[in-house]
């Protein structure tokens, strides 16, 4: 779908909700004639601190302010129709994701057949470290690129870039007849899984309603589980080079299916594409003259006007914004997270499968669905190692999966989406992607000195030890974001609190009736 065919010369065809500033800026950008053009300039800028219109609070988190903007009491949520379009968009992340996930669980899939003594390409144990963590080498390369794609050329059109590059991967690997080609191709899918990363949480995030945000982000993640399972699967049942043909399917899907969404509200209304963003939200919320897409729209519009007031005469340089602290303290929540759970073993487990669990597994249990199951608790796995409770490890293993898919490993894409503030979320994004994935392949290139120098159960009790930091670090600095609009977030980062249980208090929205 080309966004740009779509002149924007009536920018503004909405009634505004709100009246006082907002009206003012809403109403000054209808009247600006670009017949000619398909870009709109912003309102009028507005003074650098606009009211809180999402919750009604001032500045603090009080009560409103004399001749503050207040909104009307009862807010209006999407129709079905409007919440059935936001799962159109989610399907298609989801298709992205699996086809995210096959790179990561290709190594422990392949493994075993490469290093098979029939093997067409001979791997020991040094050419398979590298086999698996050319992955994370690469993938900050397309984290790197991702900002600055996603916010040239949009969210949707990001995730577009990167899917042809996955395929191409994919057929690299497929075609692989020596060590250096199965590099290639490693690098490659990391680059485009690095691209794809970042702009499919913050797309999901700017066109998801609160009260959808959590769920819609979390399940392309839990699809990345899928994906993984989907190539351990595949690698149980034909040799790896019809595998890799095979984990191509979902990435030419998914870029059939984005071709068919529009671009992001926020990134439209920050592009001057008013007309545009309108009836996406109208789309996304449940229909033209939608009550809820009317008001997001006013508070698109009031918070990119207030950042365009903010920063001019300003240095704003990338720079300089992330030094503010309300991208400080996201950043900082985020990177330590991300670094607990990489020694937390979610994904190491999934690399190296057959190598952690086969010592405990019992004898008569295939090495291959040991790597479906993927994982189990370090303190069960030392005290299960001999006898019949061994039994137990394909069970907890499953239950790990499970638990990890559903907590630890959609944080990091939920955060991404909610926690970072619009100025700076595209290139913020990228760049706690990328140090995740330095982290990540800086511990699965070391895995093989480590795991001697440990063995397994020495591992999972790290896995444990760190798992249990996450929970601590993540229940004294995480906010809760269920049901609160992403304004609000980011005006609980420009307050001077760390501590979660030590923030403002402030009053809950009041009746939500759908629209």
Not at 303 to 324: C, M, P, Y
Request: net charge neutral.
């Amino acid at each position: 779908m080309d966004e740009r065919g779509d002149h924007d010369h009536d920018a503004m065809e909405y009634t505004p909700m709100v009246r006082g500033a907002l009206g003012t800026a809403a109403t000054t950008a209808a009247s600006a004639d670009t017949a000619d053009t398909a870009l709109v300039e912003l309102p009028p800028a507005l003074p650098p601190r606009v009211p809180r219109i999402a919750s009604g609070m001032n500045q603090d988190g009080a009560r409103p302010l004399s001749g503050e903007v207040k909104l009307p009491t009862r807010i209006h949520y999407a129709t079905r129709e409007g919440m059935l379009a936001q799962w159109l968009v989610a399907g298609a992340l989801v298709m992205l994701s699996v086809g995210a996930g096959c790179p990561i669980g290709f190594s422990g899939a392949v493994l075993p057949q490469l290093q098979h003594p029939n093997s067409s390409i001979p791997t020991d144990g040094d050419t398979a470290s590298w086999i698996v963590s050319m992955h994370s080498a690469s993938t900050p390369i397309g984290t790197l690129l991702s900002g600055p794609l996603m916010d040239r050329l949009g969210r949707n059109r990001a995730l577009q870039v990167s899917t042809p590059l996955l395929a191409a991967g994919w057929l690299v690997l497929g075609l692989a007849q020596n060590t250096a080609m199965l590099l290639v191709g490693r690098g490659m899918c990391g680059a485009a899984v690095g691209i794809l990363a970042a702009p499919s949480q913050v797309l999901l995030g700017e066109m998801s309603e609160p009260r959808m945000r959590g769920i819609l982000v979390g399940v392309p993640y839990v699809s990345y589980s899928i994906g993984i399972l989907y190539v351990f699967l595949t690698g149980w049942l034909v040799s790896w080079q019809y595998v890799c043909a095979l984990s191509a399917v979902p990435a030419v899907a998914a870029f059939v299916w984005l071709r068919c969404l529009p671009e992001s509200p926020v990134w439209l209304v920050r592009q001057g594409r008013l007309k545009k963003a309108q009836e996406t939200l109208d789309w996304l919320r449940g229909g033209a003259g939608s009550v809820q897409s009317k008001v997001e729209m006013d508070q698109l519009v009031s918070r990119a006007a207030a950042e365009k007031a903010d920063n001019a005469g300003k240095n704003t340089s990338v720079w300089r914004l992330f030094l503010q602290p309300h991208v400080v303290k996201p950043m900082v929540i985020m990177n330590v997270y991300n670094l607990l759970q990489s020694l937390s073993g979610t994904f190491i487990i999934i690399f190296y499968a057959t190598d952690l669990l086969e010592p405990v597994m019992p004898p008569n249990i295939s090495a291959k669905l040991v790597a479906i199951f993927t994982a189990v608790l370090g303190l069960v796995v030392y005290y299960g190692w001999s006898g019949k409770d061994s039994y137990l490890v394909p069970i907890l293993a499953l239950l790990y999966v499970a638990m990890s898919s559903f907590g630890m490993f959609i944080m990091p894409g939920l955060m991404m989406s909610e926690l970072l503030p619009t100025s700076v979320r595209g290139v913020a994004s990228a760049a706690t992607t990328s140090i995740f994935n330095i982290f990540l392949f800086g511990f699965s290139k070391a895995f093989p000195s480590l795991e001697r120098l440990l063995g397994s159960a020495g591992f999972f009790w790290l896995f444990s030890v760190s798992s249990v930091l996450n929970l601590l670090w993540s229940f004294l600095f995480l906010p809760e974001t269920n049901g609160r609009s992403l304004n609000e977030i980011e005006d609980y980062f420009l307050a001077g609190v760390w501590l979660w249980h030590r923030r403002p208090r402030r009053r809950p929205l009041s009746t939500v009736v759908e629209g």
